[in-house]
């Protein structure tokens, strides 16, 4: 059997007839016009429609049909998804263990504080886009403006705080303030991007002076310790003797009372006395001198009553008695 070779030249193209050519023609053109009139817009996502490079309107999730061959194009804009600007640092893979760019990105980080300190602020800021049409068309680069101004707003508001604040106490008023004035600035400029958060990372000293910077801190907090120590005892001497003050006056306000009632006592007792006195000077007088003698002979122990004009009398005082009794 003589094998048969295969030539080349032999081939000739299907006979295909002009009314089936224009009938595939047509029915690619039919394929190509249904492929590229109707899209889908995911549930996150609205659909911009330019038609001739101009906008034409807005569409929302589903599927959706426009003018093929190039009259309308779409562009999807993500509204509903949470967006994130990084400053001062770059995530390279998140997940469970999130790993991050070794590069450090000091011409956004590095900043000047208001007590003339310089400080390494690493931020993030979370957004929506609220308008797309601003978003694609009011601004051109969007992003990048938007970050432009972030940075900007961040150095203005540490550089109106201190080091200490910006470290320790005064980050989320850092945050929030940072927020509000973005937000402001994004209207103003017509983004259409809605501001959710501000969230400071990691803010330290730079390299080169962070040892120093350590130091003063320790040194802070030995003061404020010191600080906190005389304020203790201050409160433990003070309000004691402040009490002690209190008690010693006190006691002398009621000794004056005591003394003062006291005198008011004698002195109408006095008053009453010289006012019966006068109505009788005599008997009073006698009965005056009654009561000063029986109060002045109950402290006399050996009494030795004698008439004035008796004489002889010094056997009667038995000076020996006497002194043996001493």
Not at 192 to 199: L, P, S
Not at 277 to 293: G, H, I
Request: hydrophobic share 40%.
């Amino acid at each position: 059997m003589a094998q048969q070779q295969f030539d080349i030249n032999n081939i000739k193209p299907p006979n295909i007839s002009g009314k089936s050519l224009r009938t595939i023609v047509v029915l690619g053109l039919v394929f190509i016009f249904a492929w590229s009139s109707w899209f889908t817009v995911s549930p996150e996502e609205v659909g911009v429609i330019l038609r001739f490079g101009k906008y034409e309107r807005t569409v929302n999730p589903g599927l959706n049909f426009k003018i093929p061959f190039g009259v309308e194009t779409v562009t999807k804009v993500a509204v509903e998804r949470q967006e994130k600007e990084e400053f001062g640092f770059r995530t390279q893979r998140a997940g469970v263990r999130t790993q991050y760019s070794s590069r450090k990105y000091l011409e956004e980080s590095l900043m000047l504080s208001g007590d003339l300190n310089a400080a390494e602020v690493e931020w993030i800021v979370q957004y929506r886009i609220r308008d797309p049409y601003k978003f694609l068309f009011k601004v051109r680069h969007a992003r990048q403006t938007f970050r432009d101004v972030t940075e900007a707003v961040m150095r203005q508001v540490i550089g109106d705080r201190t080091v200490n604040e910006i470290i320790t106490v005064g980050r989320q008023e850092i945050e929030d303030t940072v927020r509000v004035m973005l937000q402001n600035i994004s209207k103003q400029y017509e983004l259409g991007i809605n501001v959710d958060q501000v969230v400071l990372q990691d803010v330290n000293p730079p390299e080169e002076v962070k040892q120093s910077f350590n130091e003063v801190n320790e040194a802070e907090q030995e003061k404020k310790k010191l600080v906190n120590q005389a304020q203790s005892e201050y409160n433990r001497v003070i309000p004691k003797a402040k009490g002690q003050a209190l008690q010693k006056i006190e006691e002398a306000n009621g000794y004056k009372v005591e003394r003062i009632n006291e005198a008011l006592g004698d002195a109408k007792r006095f008053n009453a006395l010289f006012n019966e006195y006068m109505k009788a000077k005599d008997v009073t007088r006698q009965r005056m001198y009654l009561e000063t003698m029986s109060k002045v002979m109950a402290r006399v122990k050996r009494k030795l009553i004698t008439d004035d004009k008796a004489s002889g009398i010094l056997p009667l005082f038995n000076l020996e008695d006497l002194k043996n009794a001493k």
